[in-house]
């Protein structure tokens, strides 16, 4: 994790990193010369050492506009204050205010879309989680939101690029915690992608990242020790399904493959529980199967037990433990007994609201150390299972609403859509993913 | 952080100003700061501690809030009066507070670190940028183009 690195490199140099008491001396000067593009942006990964000693004059960092470096290094982030405490304050500030905060001036703009300022917040324990939604709309349009639950609103984001806008089976997973990556996929026009694309709830911009090895749409995805797997899935052009699987290492800004699957795949569900990757999709011949994949060993194996057989989606591994909806709109869950290798559990919230497309449950995340039921609708119902109560499996207290269903953005757009024709397509979520900022 | 000092409670220390003014506090007051403590620690305890970087009104000030803050441990409701205290402060005398901010990191209370940098942290809370600029004196050095075009980038409503 970056973070973690990042906090250590600040460790070695022997510099305070706990906020509220900082040192007035520190420089914080590579902040301000290199966090202002995307490309220094990227300068600022894993591995490169901040500039936070006394002992290195600001100035060293010399570039070809000097003198703007100068004046800007000159300028305090809050008049009256040393930069270090006007950042233990400002890093306090909830997020929900941070889009506001960057347009006070270029200093602060230039603060509050670097990972420094987000790693502080996050060493400190002030990252706040938020929920990102990627919907289809009736229009066929993807969009893209985000939810803080804290506040309990709706945010709106920059758009989906282009060739996402209306892609169909493309993978969507969350690395380092705050980047929110897109890859592969069908584009109408341009059949199967290679494209990796990622959001970073640090920038509130889209970045590109590196092309996968394989065009593929269709496929399974899942997140190991921060790498991002990709397996099976259909390539158009070619009449078969895939096998082939690769990785990608954000650290090594690079995708490899890792073993194929025993045999093609088009996953419709996927988990990882107990260090491995579970699939379960259709095979060659449209018959159901599963595959476990497990890193340490790069093999797959075909799996054929109770929680394959049981298991539906949305599920979630939560805790150690798997999670999915017993019910179409999520208002239950059953739980995974590994114990009797079934699915015998269940968390009752005794409230049933539907069985239309709109209260469908899409997704299961975790925010806040919760389980969270994401519905097509938009709205979020959060469990609140590590309860230590014992009547917890039909405990109804321990469900809350965080956000009711269409809020204003998707009541004007489904009132439209009403409007402009009912072809069947209805809006109904994607993916959905929490990210930390 | 003063888990210490209950036992010998009644200790007073003389503190002394930059401009020379002497200050008597109770121990348990007093190793609140860390610096005193390290100060302490290095047995110089018998003696006047002097306080280079801290005025005497600011000095009254930090006492005054670590009282309170101590006063406040279990008490929800005084904990958010502490909490409002900052909106004014900072609204009426930001200079003060600037002090009151140095003088605390100088000090290493961190108590009192958290507290007034949440006082700024909750100042900012549902400000515009403009009033935001306007109170604590922050130059706004975006060229128009510049401010259109992250409002633009970013295209969330403000009021």
């Known amino acids: 994790m970056e973070a973690v690195e990042a906090y250590a490199d600040l460790q070695r140099s022997g510099v305070r990193v706990q906020a509220p008491l900082v040192d007035s001396v520190t420089c914080y000067c590579r902040v301000d010369s290199s966090l202002k593009t995307v490309s220094g942006a990227r300068k600022f990964v894993p591995g490169s050492k901040l500039c936070m000693r006394p002992d290195i004059k600001p100035h060293a ?22 930069d270090d405490l006007a950042i233990a304050c400002l890093i306090r500030v909830p997020r929900v205010e941070h889009r506001k905060l960057r347009l006070v001036c270029k200093r602060w703009h230039r603060l509050l879309a670097g990972n420094f300022f987000y ?11 938020w929920v990102y939604v990627i919907k289809r709309d009736r229009d066929r349009k993807i969009s893209f939101h985000a939810f803080d639950p804290i506040y309990q609103l709706w945010q709106p984001l920059p758009p989906v690029p282009g060739e996402y806008s209306e892609a169909l089976g493309f993978g969507c997973a969350v690395l380092s915690g705050c980047h929110l990556y897109l890859f592969g996929g069908r584009d109408p026009l341009r059949r199967s992608m290679r494209r990796v694309i990622f959001y970073s709830a640090r920038t509130n911009r889209w970045h590109r990242a590196p092309d996968m090895l394989r065009k593929r749409h269709f496929f399974g995805s899942c997140v190991i020790n921060n790498c991002l797997y990709v397996a099976g899935g259909e390539c158009e052009g070619i009449q078969r399904t895939l096998r082939s699987a690769e990785v990608y290492d954000p650290n090594k800004n690079k995708w ?29 011949h449209r018959q159901v199967m599963s595959e476990a994949y497990l890193p340490a060993t790069n093999n797959w194996a075909p799996v054929n037990d109770g929680m394959v057989a049981g298991w539906r989606n949305p599920s979630i591994s939560f805790n150690g433990k798997l999670y999915a909806s017993d019910c179409w709109d999520g208002c239950k869950l059953r739980v995974y007994d590994e114990v009797t290798d079934s699915w015998n559990k269940s968390l009752d919230s005794k409230l049933h609201l539907g069985n239309s497309r709109a209260w469908e449950a899409a997704a299961l995340v975790s925010i806040n150390g919760k389980l969270c039921i994401i519905r ?9 299972v590590s309860s230590p109560d014992k009547h917890a499996e039909s405990n109804a207290t321990l469900w809350e609403n965080i956000s009711g269903s269409g809020h204003l ?27 930390q900022a | 952080m003063a888990s210490t000092s209950n036992s010998t409670s009644s200790k007073i220390i003389t503190l002394r100003s930059s401009d020379g003014e002497v200050f008597e506090v109770e121990e348990s007051v007093a190793l609140e700061s860390n610096l005193i403590r390290r100060m302490m ?20 000030l930090v006492i005054e809030h670590c009282k309170k ?46 507290l007034t940098a949440q006082w700024l942290a909750d100042f900012l809370k549902g400000k515009s940028p403009r009033l935001i600029r306007e109170l604590l004196k922050i130059k706004n050095d975006f060229t128009p183009e510049e401010e259109a075009e992250i409002l633009e980038r970013n295209r969330w409503a403000f009021d």
Not at chain 1, 62 to 78: G, I
Not at chain 1, 119 to 129: F, H, P, Q, T, Y
């Open chain 1, 119 to 129: 790693s502080l917040r996050k060493n400190m324990g002030m990252a706040e989680e």
């Open chain 1, 376 to 384: 097509n609708n938009m709205s979020i119902c959060m469990v609140d």
């Open chain 2, 69 to 114: 803050h101590a006063e406040m441990k279990d008490n929800k409701e005084k904990k958010k009066e502490l909490r409002s205290q900052g909106e004014e402060l900072l609204k009426s005398d930001p200079h003060t507070y600037s002090n009151l901010m140095e003088a605390v990191n100088y000090l290493d209370i961190k108590s009192l670190m958290d």
């Open chain 1, 409 to 435: 953005m998707t009541f004007v757009t489904n009132l439209w859509s009403s409007i402009a024709g009912r072809n069947g397509v209805k809006s109904h979520i994607v993916h959905c993913q929490v990210l």
């Open chain 1, 61 to 82: 960092h010399k570039s070809k506009n000097s003198r703007k470096e100068r004046n800007r290094t000159h300028a305090p982030l809050l008049p009256g204050l040393p």
């Open chain 2, 41 to 60: 620690e290095d047995d110089c305890a018998n003696n006047i501690i002097p306080l280079p970087n801290v005025t005497a009104p600011i000095f009254y």
């Open chain 1, 256 to 284: 490899t493959c890792i073993a194929e699957m025993s045999s093609p795949m088009v996953p419709f569900i996927g988990v990882v529980y107990d260090g491995k990757w579970f699939l379960k999709g259709l095979g060659s």
